[in-house]
């Protein structure tokens, strides 16, 4: 059995290795600002899982730059991907959406654009400017769905319902652009089943798929739930082997953007045993051998 990697992807749509620059839009959330609440979701971080990006007050062309200088001389990397992480990176004015994304597109050396937000962040006229973009270099949105159960959604203070989900992937394909779907494997009191389902849907409708490990981060709601003993996190060996079997239940053509994800260390309280990334990798490397998943594509 194959799976189709994000590395795999890049270098057959672009050609070469193709690294992420993490930007900071300046943007907060509809989850923080009053709109719908003022704690962000249970398990978001004060930093909106952006950590890793760029300092908000420098210019997005200086945010990328700086990246550009970071990464260039360990990698050799030539080409990037502008990729606006934290909070929701369309939930601001128009006219200022368009100064910062043409800004982050300008060079020649940004092969495409990145950006995550909320499905209900995405009026008509921001479809209307992601479609315009999009004629220019690719557009691909990532989309916090987490989850497609109605009771992990209100746990997780989601704020939206799954039909907003669906309408807004619609949406984005009938312009053009590649959907990557964010899937939490862990939350509270969900069953195996209901994350294999949870990745079959986005699967089905997705061009891209994120699969999360649940961390429990410091100043988070969901530190206060796991200090009570509430719940548990995952084991390495029962991530990893759930991990496979969300892998064996996707599309082959679906690419799939992450395989766990990073937690900062000086916010991470559990699972500790995430902190060792290359561990964490060589056994979900080792995990999937063991079950003949491989990368590539059977074309």
């Not at 210019?59 to 990698?75: M, T």
């Not at 994120?210 to 390495?236: I, M, N, R």
């Not at 991470?268 to 964490?280: E, I, N, R």
Request: with cysteine; proline share 4%.
């Amino acid at each position: 059995m194959y799976y189709y990697s994000l590395n795999e992807y890049l270098k057959k749509t672009f050609g070469e290795k193709v690294y992420k620059i993490s930007l900071n839009g300046g943007m907060t959330c509809p989850n923080r600002d009053g709109t719908l609440g003022s704690r962000g979701c249970i398990f978001c971080s004060e930093g909106g899982s952006g950590e890793f990006a760029a300092q908000r007050a420098l210019p997005v062309s200086e945010q990328s730059e700086q990246a550009k200088l970071r990464i260039s001389p360990k990698s050799g990397c030539k080409k990037f991907i502008a990729y606006f992480q934290p909070f929701t990176n369309t939930y601001a004015p128009t006219d200022y959406l368009r100064k910062i994304f043409e800004e982050a597109l300008a060079p020649d050396e940004i092969t495409a654009l990145s950006i995550a937000t909320r499905p209900d962040c995405l009026g008509d006229e921001v479809i209307d400017l992601l479609e315009e973009l999009n004629r220019k270099k690719p557009v691909w949105v990532e989309l916090g769905l987490q989850t497609i159960h109605e009771k992990s959604a209100r746990y997780i203070r989601r704020g939206y319902d799954l039909n907003v989900y669906d309408d807004a992937v619609k949406k984005l394909h009938k312009i053009g652009v590649n959907v990557i779907t964010h899937i939490i494997l862990g939350l509270p009191n969900e069953s195996r089943r209901e994350i294999l389902e949870s990745v079959g849907y986005a699967g089905e409708r997705s061009d891209g798929i994120k699969l999360q490990l649940l961390h429990v981060l410091k100043g988070t709601d969901l530190l206060k739930d796991f200090e009570s003993g509430l719940f548990k996190t995952l084991t390495l060996d029962e991530y990893v082997d759930l991990l496979c079997d969300c892998i064996e239940a996707l599309p082959p053509d679906v690419v799939i953007h992450r395989l766990t994800g990073d937690g900062d260390k000086r916010l991470l309280v559990a699972p500790l045993w995430s902190a060792d990334k290359k561990h964490v990798l060589n056994t979900i490397q080792k995990a999937l051998n063991d079950r003949n998943v491989t990368q590539g594509r059977n074309y």
